[in-house]
């Protein structure tokens, strides 16, 4: 759209300073949010800008930061505290809970979920792993947990994170793969989803950029899950559009049966050995 503004990358929206602005209001030119957007003839407008009275603004929903993080605060504290975990001797979390496919093959399909929340426990690498997945969680739930609901929010991680099992055991089935990345590029893709659903140009926004630079570091740097990253990518996006898009009456249930469906691939996938035999 001819006009829009955004906003530098890690900018916060004025009204609401946990959330990131994407946007900036194209006649004040403060940073604003996704909910505090308004579509003008020209860019967006804030609030105040685009003359909403009082009580419209109070009568659209809008959610505490205490509220629209708490699936957000839960994930990352899953990741942290398994990290540490994983730093017991004697527990073999990477181990016990990695995505292998053999091991899905022989029953231990919790596989495809544990290896969502375990990061290489490595030293110094696995901070970096675990920082830089934990860190864009949070951000992205910050855009996406409040505009989304919770319980669709969360359905759609599991869409990423399930549907990245799936992808990874696709495309390298007898690999050890760990990590949040798969439910990041989900996020990632549901947040460009949304930003198309309120007429946003999403590759002209910080999202974008983001994940283009992801996508690089996909392709281009050893030892990443080229089937994680494009199947939580896929996946994500499809849940995105159930929720922001789709019809009015599966917006509550389709991001968990996108879940559930790319769950059940992963088994299958898993069940059946099916390696492309790419080595990627």
Same mark, same amino acid.
């Given at each position: 759209?001819? @006009? ?14 946990? /959330? ?9 030119? /403060?940073?604003?949010? =996704?909910?505090?957007?308004?579509? &003008? ?19 659209? /929903? ?12 839960? =994930? ?23 995505? +292998? @496919?053999?091991?899905?093959? &022989? ?13 290489d426990p490595q030293l110094p690498f696995g901070l970096v792993h675990i ?10 739930? *910050? ?8 319980? /669709?929010?969360? &359905?759609?991680? *599991? ?20 990590? &949040? ?8 893709g549901a947040a460009m989803i949304g930003l198309r659903s309120r007429g ?7 999202? @974008? ?9 996909? +392709? ?21 559009? =159930? ?8 917006? @509550? ?8 469906? +790319? ?18």
């Amino acid at each position: 759209m001819s @006009g829009q503004t955004t906003s530098q990358q890690g900018q916060t929206c004025y009204r609401h300073p946990d /959330r990131p602005a994407p946007l900036s209001c194209t006649r004040c030119g /403060r940073p604003i949010c =996704l909910d505090d957007a308004i579509d &003008a003839p020209v860019g967006f407008l804030c609030p105040e800008d685009a003359q909403v009275p009082a009580r419209q603004r109070q009568a659209a /929903r809008r959610v505490s930061a205490s509220e629209a993080m708490v699936v957000t605060r839960v =994930l990352v504290g899953i990741m942290v505290v398994v990290y540490v975990g994983e730093q017991i001797p004697g527990l073999d979390l990477v181990r016990r809970g990695a995505l +292998f @496919g053999p091991a899905v093959a &022989a029953g231990q399909w919790w596989r495809i979920v544990t290896s969502g929340f375990l990061h290489d426990p490595q030293l110094p690498f696995g901070l970096v792993h675990i920082g830089f997945n934990a860190y864009l969680t949070w951000q992205l739930g *910050m855009l996406l947990e409040g505009t989304m609901r919770p319980s /669709r929010y969360l &359905a759609t991680f *599991m869409a990423g994170l399930l549907a990245g099992s799936a992808g990874a055991l696709v495309l390298s089935y007898e690999a050890f793969t760990i990590g &949040a990345s798969g439910a990041v590029f989900g996020l990632m893709g549901a947040a460009m989803i949304g930003l198309r659903s309120r007429g946003i140009n999403p590759w002209s926004t910080s999202i @974008g950029s983001l994940l283009i630079l992801n996508l690089v570091f996909t +392709f281009f740097v050893g030892g990443i899950s080229i089937g994680g990253h494009l199947g939580g990518l896929i996946g994500g996006a499809i849940a995105g559009w =159930l929720v922001f898009e789709g019809p009015e009456r599966a917006r @509550g249930w389709g991001a968990w049966a996108v879940a559930g469906a +790319f769950g059940l691939l992963a088994i299958l996938v898993g069940i059946n050995g099916w390696d492309t035999g790419l080595g990627l």
